[in-house]
């Protein structure tokens, strides 16, 4: 095996794929909450993305991608077998794992594989673990098998009704609580605007929330600055000091702004993606 060399790879959905990779020394060291930085050529992004699981004796780190850009694309039509040029990690502040008591992991789309690792950290210290999969459609919903295997009870819900309870993450949320059971932390990742209501509503329901922040990120140590977020009215850095921050006194609203900035570039760099990678079998 090559450092990293992907071992595995697993598509989960249509844009959705998991990849497990040979990389010992993250794998050695990596906690739940921490991410690496990806790079798949030279000149290439560097995209941070969230350790999803990682085996110390094999020496293997799991990790699951959307095609969203043109570098999430090209990643995923890599091959068993491919290597990543670089891999940096683990970033970032572990989560707090502790005792909390009765918590909520909540995922929505593929923050659901983010928040695995946090409820098999949370399930480990002896907590109950109640987790919620947020999705549009059924087809979306990823990873429902393991998260049962780390959570006591396990809800999803599908914008459209085609699988589990149809409605948002926060409906399911409310329905929990008014049924009587009693949550003293919550975990949230996922869309921004999703992470802002959830959290919202966690305070509101008297639930200590927690959010991971997906700002834009360059360096991931720090330096660039990029990735900062305010958090209780002071600057924070994402790749540092997060990337999950406590949700009470997180400005939603600065993450989203800042995160739109260069969504039209993003956008035509899609497009000259694929573009350029379309099949050309039978073209003269």
Partial sequence: ??????????????????????????????????????????????????LVDWDAKKGTITVIIQSIGKST??????????????????????IDVHNYGTVTVVGGGVGIAE???????????GNKVIAILGARTKSLVILEEEMKGVCD?????????????KGMVTDVLKGIVTAGEKINAGFVIGPIPMMKFTSLLMVELGIEPYASLNPIMLDGTGMC?????????????????????????IDFNELIRRTGEYKGEEKRAVEEYEKNHKCKIGLH
């Fill in 225 to 249: 600055g990029c990735c900062r977020v305010t958090v209780d009215g002071k600057v924070r850095f994402a790749c540092v000091d997060g990337p999950m921050f406590p949700a009470r006194t």
């Fill in 153 to 165: 009870i396990v809800l999803p819900c599908t914008d459209d009704g085609t699988y589990g309870q």
């Fill in 73 to 94: 694309f090209m990643f995923n039509s890599f091959k068993q077998g491919d290597l990543f040029l670089n891999i940096l990690g683990p970033l970032g502040t572990p």
């Fill in 115 to 125: 928040v695995y690792p946090i409820a098999k950290a949370l399930k480990a210290a």
């Fill in 1 to 50: 095996m090559r450092e990293n060399e992907i071992l595995l790879k697993e598509q989960l959905n249509d844009v959705v794929v998991k990849f497990v990779i040979y990389k010992p020394m993250i794998a050695a060291s990596a906690k739940a909450g921490q991410f690496v930085i990806l790079r798949g050529a030279e000149n290439g992004e560097r995209i941070p993305v969230t």
